[in-house]
């Protein structure tokens, strides 16, 4: 047994090209101050309905807490497949399970380090809360070691970036939408929710992420564009950006009209929906188009809030300021949309370090 688990071991170091020598001379040492046996693989009996149960319980805490349908599902989703992929009862599954199970994700399945440390996460709030409420002794997420990977540097748009999405904005309603997204820095969600009725000269009530309201800002430039695009509105939506009353491609209903004209649906009443505002993938969607106009690279409506955040630390507001803005609970996740370059960091220890 012992030999085939080194020899087990040295294989699958193979594509590493290290000394093979070494590593065995260095497997030998630690191997000996262990007894080793196989296994044990008797079968057993999961009960699912237990199992979902419990998940059905943690779901319910995370929405009497006021956690977003897209996080619930988040939960439900991936606890139920992997206690399914694991096979046992909630209770009875051991830190080496969980263990064995995060390798597999990500070394047979090939999932990439953030996808596999979303299901570690959503393991330890399931563990921690089943812990908490006495449905377990002990919390095996305990031993499951926090997994460590290097996150992509997310960067926020360039002054030149801003001018040239600004001068690739074609129609009112597109000026709006981008100088909003630049003033508020609110997310695409917000954005779509907003109504006329809640626009108060230079601010606005914004119905944010995990039903929490909050009040955003509109600088000159976004009062004024939007102003622009509303006075064009001839119809009834209670919504600032509404939904088109045509499923499709708008064009389609635009015989007659010209091209350049075309994209302008949203001054015609007959063409608003009466009630439903724009959905998040069309709002999307038309920001892209307009980077790819503008020949910048990675536009979503996100980067707009990573963008503000950066430009006003650059500028000197406090980041607590810029946390409340953005309508974080936590500076830490401020922290991370933060774009800071060596350039920022010289520029800061010049002024204060003396």
Known sequence: MRSQLETELINSLAPYNLPIEDVKAQFRLILNEYEIESRKTEIVIRDEDKNNHC???FVASKMA???TDKTLHFYKSYLTKILNCIGKNYDEITADDIKLYLAKKLRVDKCSKTSVD???????SFYGWLHSNEYIQKNPMNKVEVMKYNKPKKKAFS???VEKIRNACETERETAIIEVLLSTWCRVSELTGMRIDEIE???IIVHGKGEKDRIVFLNAKAQLALQKYLDCRKDNNPYIFPKSAYAGDITKFTTGIPKSEQKKWYCRADMVHATEPCDKG????MVRDIGKKAGVSKVHPHRFRRTGATFALRAGMPIMTISKLLGHANIAVTQVYLDINDEDLENEHGKYVR
């Open 55 to 57: 998940i059905a319980m």
């Open 65 to 67: 807490s006021g956690r």
């Open 118 to 124: 979303n299901e570690r996460r959503a393991l330890s």
């Open 159 to 161: 002054d030149m970036d």
């Open 201 to 203: 000269t230079d601010k």
């Open 282 to 285: 069309s709002i999307e969607s």
